[in-house]
């Protein structure tokens, strides 16, 4: 499954999701653009994907949740000059500190998750949605979370971005359904052995989870042909079959 010349930006790259991505796209042929704010680990997702043989990948450091309408247009910018489109974005970046009763949250928690998980996706896709206008098709993925998109107690502004992130992606889908060029889902992983798991869950047992890579044929799909047909749904990695 060869993904040369598509060019697909993924934020949180540094991340384990984002890196697990970053790597299989790349391995693929991708030309990826791996955005985060932490650049010593981008060095080591890059060092990775090099000696894997995926192709040389651009790193952009970059803090979501400080970041100006500008700034997004900078990247937008940048990218088109350099390719002149864009075949894939996913919105891997999240932000996680604890489950907090609502009553006990933070204001400056509170802002700054729904900057990193929602904010910053909206306006980073509503900017280089005109570069992804360009390509033949294009993939735009956002991914939630099977634990907290429901919003259960104790949740907080992480599971009430999760819900409104769902919203967002089933608008954009909807809007771009018709003209049939750019298609966009939700990924649900299930639980892996990855940073947010161990956050989010310091006592489990992470020896019974499946590992990062486990989720590689998801992110083959979601950025290949197979795919074309298919917008506006949430997959479920737990269900996953191609």
């Known amino acids: 499954m060869s993904l040369r010349n598509r060019v697909i930006l993924i934020t949180g790259a540094a991340g384990g999701l984002g890196s697990t991505a970053a790597l299989t796209l790349a391995k693929r042929n991708a030309k990826v653009v791996l955005l985060d704010k932490n650049l010593p680990k981008l060095e080591l997702v890059y060092d990775k994907i090099l000696a894997e043989g995926g192709e040389e990948p651009i790193l952009y450091p970059f803090d979501l949740a400080g970041a100006t309408e500008n700034d997004f247009l900078d990247i937008a910018q940048r990218i088109d000059e350099k390719y002149g489109a864009l075949h894939g974005l996913l919105h891997s970046a999240v932000e996680f500190s604890s489950f907090t009763p609502l009553i006990q949250h ?125 917008t506006g749904q949430k997959i479920d990695a737990l269900h996953f079959k191609i």
């Open 106 to 230: 933070g204001t400056k928690e509170w802002g700054h998750t729904l900057n990193v998980n929602l904010n910053a996706p909206f306006l980073l896709t509503r900017i280089l949605l005109p570069i992804m206008q360009k390509a033949a098709h294009a993939s735009i993925v956002f991914t939630s979370d099977s634990s907290a998109r429901y919003a259960p107690a104790y949740s907080g502004a992480y599971g009430i971005s999760k819900m409104a992130m769902e919203g967002l992606a089933h608008v954009l889908a909807e809007e771009l359904k018709a003209a049939g060029k750019i298609r966009v889902n939700i990924l649900i992983p299930f639980p892996v052995d990855s940073p947010l798991r161990k956050r989010a869950y310091p006592a489990e047992d992470k020896a019974k989870l499946p590992q990062m890579n486990s989720l590689v044929p998801i992110y083959e799909y979601l950025f290949s042909d197979d795919s074309l047909d298919v």
